[in-house]
């Protein structure tokens, strides 16, 4: 039998609106992640609102799309099928240890640290990412990243 651990995930919010809108690597990230309770930041409510009126004003998705995707994940949330970690001074204080661990190997971006410090602050891994910046500071750290790099290869 797995582990409780098994079936957690913390997403990034790219992968969070992968799941929301139809991008070319959906269906994969929809697959990977079937049955898996996914976590994430806070932080992710306004990085997700954010993408997916870029993805309006791009004409990637209509303003119909965007408000059913936002529901959607709202709705998500609510069922508890994704999980919110708090965001907080102690998050805050641990995403500047993450940006200074980093430094100068990987020029992590402040959001970034901040993901990376709230699943390790949570202790849910690995870490579900397509962005190379932050999967390298993951590894850089030792944390597991999803998927793994000879499949984004």
Known sequence: MAGAGDWLMYLDSCILVKLLVVEPDSEFFIGALEGRQLVTSQLAQTE???????????????????RLAWQ???ARVAAHEIKLEPLNALVLRKARHTLERCHPEVPLRTLDAIHLASADLAHIFPLATTDSRLRDAATLMGFPVFPPAEATG
Request: charged share 40%; aromatic share 10%.
């Open 48 to 66: 997700i609102f954010s993408a997916l009126l870029a993805r309006e004003r791009a004409g990637k998705i209509s303003a119909k799309d965007r």
């Open 72 to 74: 959607e994940f709202e």
